[in-house]
């Protein structure tokens, strides 16, 4: 049994799983959905908040962690847990995803990527080694590997080359020395060609890693698409490691995914949306549907957001309100808001894990299909 992490499975349906994975910081229940704090804070909340939430894990990102507050900062406090009082469990993406994302990416090659700081053009290098380093200095309970993510769709051969590089990346990372408290988990890739999936798939699997993730997903497809092609992948992920979809994504999704095996998800969805004066709610209409704050009618709803919420903000003001708040720019509006999302997804994941258990999955999953085509475009930054 691997010290740093424990997984075992409690109940299944299908392909859904209930679990327990347990790091040093926290046990935690799975499926679960982890708020992300790109920064080492989840946007309009205190890490206090968030854990009353129920939270029990948070996602923080290593290129952005390590450009700022920097690895000097993060050391002298002890890591990121005692920098931003977050007590739980804590895992880090690699940076990968941001670092080729940048417009201003001077070189890649087998050895790693060298890019320019969106914050001040100093040019950085990231090895898979060095990103380890980070992610040890930050302390996370759970690190990815550096891998190659090109943007999609992308020429098969610029494919290829990504694959082989990232398994490449994936061993050196491997070698790395790490903290005693912390897991390494390896992303495969491969777009939506189900058989480079697998074959990416294989290759992590013969190295042998603590988790599994997903990643090159959300970036475009469809939602259906997505579906199909997790469907058609997650079996072939370890049954006995937790597997991990990348940046998604909606209620619907993480309806559809859990059927199909996954068991942690991550996204940006529940606070962007938020901030952007978008909620999530059931309704008579649907499960997971989304109402937007500023729409003029609701300047007259007095009602609670979602009737029976539980939530801080559901129990204490109006839609009327939060509509005033945020027009006015008031930034109690957005953390009301972000309130709310967060308890929506997180009440989600509780709801999953019942229907798992009560073999139920199936009703809960056709709930969410006929909204899914509402969810499908949402709004982005």
Known sequence: MNERLKFEIQAESGAARVGVLETTHSALETPVFMPVGTA???KAMTAGQ?????????LGNTYHLYLRPGLEVLEGAGGLHGFSGWRRSLLTDSGGFQAFSLKKLRKLDDDGVEFRSHLDGS???FTPEKVMEIQGVIGSDIAMVLDDCPGMPCEPERLDAALRRSTLWAERAKR????SHQSLFAIGQGGLDIARRLAHLRSLVEIGFDGYALGGLSVGETPPEMHACVREVAPAMP???PRYLMGVGTPWDLVECVAAGIDMFDCVLPTRTARMGTVYTDDAGGRGRRLSIKRAEVRFDHGPIQEGCECLTCRTVSRAYLRHLYVSNEITGMVLLTLHNLHYYLRLMEEIRRAIRGGTMEELLEAYRRTGT????EPTD
């Not at 790395?176 to 903290?179: A, D, F, K, V």
């Not at 509402?374 to 475009?377: E, G, T």
């Open 40 to 42: 080492g804070v989840v």
């Open 50 to 58: 968030v854990e009353e939430l129920g939270a029990q894990i948070i």
């Open 123 to 125: 040019a950085h290098v």
């Open 176 to 179: 790395c020395i790490r903290p």
């Open 239 to 241: 049954r006995e490691k």
């Open 374 to 377: 509402d969810l499908a475009a």
